[in-house]
């Protein structure tokens, strides 16, 4: 049985803000951890180009699991994410802390 199809719990649609929102402190660390971000604070994305990333920047999700707008960036990071389909977020749901 494959758990690929289980996967998804929630699919979060992809709002446009005005003005970027912040990584928060845990996600800071969590991307310096991964390597994903320099000493100067600087994303790293794999994959990522920087016009997308600039993009992505100007986006966020209402994420039902840490119940509040978070920033498509902090979200694509995240454990969660599964997939990006069309403008929504394909999130796993597990409770995170
Ligand atoms: S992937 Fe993470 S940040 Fe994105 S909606 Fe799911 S729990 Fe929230």
Redesign the pocket.
Known sequence: MSAESTDTK?I?PIKGVEKSIKLDDRAKSELHAIGMMDDKGKLKLKGVSPKMLKRMKMEA?D????KKE?GFI??YV????HSRIMGK?Y???EP?T
């Open positions: 929630f979060v999700v994420c039902p699991v840490f978070l902090q979200c995240c454990s969660n994410f977020v999130c796993k749901g995170l």
